[in-house]
């Protein structure tokens, strides 16, 4: 096993420890069944006081034999090794766990917070939870209809179960949950240092990358276009700045060349020279 795998391992037990925390002391005493199997499992406790960690591990067993099954090894030792740490970690923690606050809506953001980063640590450490990540790829499967539509489709139905069992401010409380869980994911996922991807049109290209590359310390892309209505040949920069850049960069454009034509978009990550180093 070498380094990067026992650091995967690490962050999926780090991640499963968090996503059981946030259910122990915000979901699972409040009754908010935030979807996936977690969210079945704490529909099914308050029914039967049958352990929640249990019923998710036997919930998941078939899921991802149907899942190897059907749809190949995809999964893989890191998903069993998820679904597992999960069920010890939810067990273990809430015969000792209190919920740390009462309130609905605080419990829905911070355990969705909570939860996010902790299945934000998984998905980086390129495992899973199983759960509806499955199921959604046996919906797809079979439907054809997309993995995204399908967790919606997954989720929906759990929530739609709490509303049902437990009462419908809970289920909306759930909602709010899932919607903080998966944008706390993409952060943890993407990060906060976004950068700004530039294209720029101009009459004046080379002066305008002497600007990027001499002020701004930035590499630039050079490559050709044609113009759609005028079929006029023209040559398009490409370059990534900094969002304090933004400003230097436009005001620099505009004093060269009023005319041009700059298209500015966020980009979540850069990874290479001057940026983040890509791991393998």
Do not use: W
């Not at 240092?193 to 590499?219: C, H, W, Y």
């Not at 630039?220 to 209505?229: D, I, M, P, Q, S």
Request: glycine share 12%; net charge neutral; proline share 2%.
């Amino acid at each position: 096993m070498n380094k990067r795998t026992i650091i995967d391992y690490l962050g999926i037990t780090l991640g499963s420890f968090l996503i059981a925390l946030a259910l122990t002391t915000f979901l699972v005493p409040n009754r908010i069944a935030a979807g996936g199997v977690s969210g079945l499992a704490t529909v099914i406790y308050y029914l039967t006081d049958f352990p929640i960690g249990i019923t998710m591990l036997l919930i998941n067993i078939p899921l991802f034999i149907a899942g190897v099954k059907i749809l190949g090894g995809g999964f893989g030792t890191r998903t069993v090794y998820g679904i597992i740490t999960l069920s010890i970690f939810t067990d273990f923690l809430q015969p000792h766990m209190t919920a740390l606050t009462n309130d609905l809506l605080l419990a829905s953001i911070y355990g969705g917070v909570l939860g996010g980063i902790g299945l934000g640590i998984v998905f980086r450490s390129r495992g899973t939870t199983g759960g509806t990540d499955m199921v959604s790829a046996l919906i797809n499967h079979f439907t054809g209809i997309t993995v995204g539509e399908g967790l919606l489709i997954a989720d929906g139905c759990v929530v739609a179960l709490a509303g049902i069992f437990f009462n419908l401010e809970v289920a909306l409380y759930a909602a709010i949950t899932i919607f903080i869980n998966s944008r706390t994911v993409d952060i943890v996922q993407e990060g906060l240092n976004f950068k700004k991807g530039v294209l720029i049109i101009s009459e004046q290209p080379t002066a305008i990358k002497q600007m990027v590359v001499n002020d701004l310390n930035r590499g630039v892309t050079r490559f050709e276009a044609k113009g759609g209505y005028t079929g006029n040949k023209k040559e398009v920069l490409l370059c990534v700045i900094s969002r304090s850049e933004v400003s230097e960069l436009k005001k620099a454009v505009s004093e060269i060349d009023k005319n041009a034509f700059v298209i500015i978009n966020n980009v979540h990550e850069v990874l290479g020279e001057g940026f983040t180093e890509i791991v393998h």
